[in-house]
């Protein structure tokens, strides 16, 4: 298992006790996820536990029921809402209406450690990250209308950060 996987299996168990972390961190998931839209919000992984966890925080915050479904040779696993009305109330429970509202929403960090879950959550669906044994590298695969967005909040945690 790589040292990246690692570090996703200890996000994936660690436990955000409060509702407002436990939203902030499926709210990371969803931005940085495949899609999200009112067409679409979605979320692929190599990692079934994500993809669980994921269908699992769906369900409890938003109410919204949505199956892991494996690709032919199990090599990723997707959730997928396509539903309007599905996809309409995740979006709401974020406070994202319309084509143009796809910007990190401050308005769903409630406490001093929503923004970690939420770092947390962006870097399960999007992140990568080396071993500290060659070299420190943290990387976040995103839309470059987020990588500012998500600089600013990793620089907030003290962290040089730059947009590539």
Do not use: W
């Not at 479904?69 to 990723?76: A, K, L, N, T, W």
């Not at 997707?78 to 309409?88: K, Q």
């Not at 923004?115 to 990250?129: K, M, P, R, Y």
């Amino acid at each position: 298992m790589s040292f990246s996987q690692t570090v996703k299996g200890e996000l994936i168990d660690a436990q955000y006790t409060e509702p407002c972390c436990r939203k902030a961190f499926l709210y990371g998931m969803c931005l940085f996820g495949k899609s999200f839209s009112s067409r679409q919000v979605a979320l692929q992984t190599e990692n079934p536990r994500i993809a669980e966890k994921y269908s699992v925080l769906l369900a409890e915050i938003c109410r919204v029921e949505a199956a892991v479904v494996p690709s032919p040779g199990r090599r990723s696993f997707t959730v997928s809402v396509t539903d309007g009305s599905d996809c309409a109330k995740i979006l709401k429970t974020f406070a994202h209406q319309g084509a143009g509202s796809l910007r990190v929403n401050y308005a769903n960090f409630d406490c001093e450690n929503c923004q970690n879950a939420f770092i947390a959550g962006a870097f399960l669906s999007c992140g990568t990250v080396s071993s500290p044994k060659s070299d420190y590298h943290l990387e976040f695969t995103v839309p470059s209308e987020f990588g500012c967005q998500l600089c600013d909040h990793v620089r907030g945690k003290g962290i040089k950060a730059r947009p590539n």
